[in-house]
């Protein structure tokens, strides 16, 4: 278990899904050893439209969760994440062995269903024990840039900045090789972005880099749809989109 935990918003079965993950636990302990997945389940007692808990309710499970993660570290049972949708939550952990399922048992019925909530304890059976981790959990490239896109917004929103109002947005790209860059430029011009700058010769990295900008606003959703744009085009020609800088508009 590691102090790098993020979150990102994604659809899970046509129902809106919030997915809690410890970036680097596979840093942290040695995986091998953890071949037993197993997931506490239980009903939210007032979900919002949207399918997540109420404020009050969300830092109540917090502590509960809190609670569990702690008693389940001390026998060797590591959560790696939680996932949030359609009215429920679940709880995944990693284990040594079958048999720790019912510490798992135990202590969730002393902490979840002694505070009145509906719980489902059941083992994930994969052929790669991690692959759930890996495949499921941990965040794509678009989620990364999701939260790598709120921790930027955060720190304009403490600026005071106007975060609806259009300015000039810099994006960074790598690609491989030239042809990709160029061919990669063609594409995303037309989508309204100029070419602020790129490279003849690779860089240090070993790669092509090239600077696109365009006036957008750079609120979440705004923010998220314009990155999301640029690393669809960028897959097309094995780039890798590498983030965006944006001056600060001060609220009138």
Do not use: C
């Not at 269903?113 to 759930?132: L, V």
Request: aromatic share 14%; glycine share 4%.
């Amino acid at each position: 278990m590691s102090d790098n935990w993020n979150f990102y918003i994604d659809e899970l079965d046509g129902n809106l899904a919030s997915f809690v993950v410890d970036l680097d636990v596979t840093e942290e302990i040695n995986i091998k050893k953890y071949n037993w997945l197993f997931t506490v389940k239980l009903t939210i007692k007032s979900p919002t439209e949207l399918g997540f808990p109420e404020e009050i309710e969300d830092e109540l499970l917090g502590e509960l969760e809190y609670d569990v993660m702690e008693k389940l570290y001390v026998e060797d049972i590591i959560q790696v994440g939680r996932l949030t949708t359609n009215g429920t939550r679940e709880f995944f952990y990693y284990a040594k062995k079958e048999k720790q399922i019912k510490i798992i048992d135990k202590q969730a019925l002393a902490i979840f269903d002694n505070n009145k909530y509906e719980t489902e304890i059941s083992s994930i059976e994969e052929e790669e024990p991690w692959s759930f981790y890996y495949d499921f959990l941990y965040p794509n490239e678009y989620h990364l840039q999701q939260m790598n896109n709120r921790d930027l917004v955060e720190l304009l929103e403490q600026e005071n900045d106007d975060l609806e109002h259009p300015r000039e947005i810099q994006h960074w790209i790598e690609f491989q090789t030239l042809k990709d860059l160029k061919a990669f430029e063609q594409d995303i011009i037309k989508e309204g972005f100029k070419t602020q700058d790129f490279e003849q010769e690779k860089n240090e990295e070993g790669t092509f880099s090239i600077t696109i900008i365009r006036e957008d606003g750079v609120d979440y959703e705004m923010i998220d749809a314009v990155t999301y744009l640029i690393i669809e085009t960028a897959q097309k020609y094995h780039g890798e989109y590498d983030g965006w800088e944006s001056p600060v508009v001060l609220k009138k």
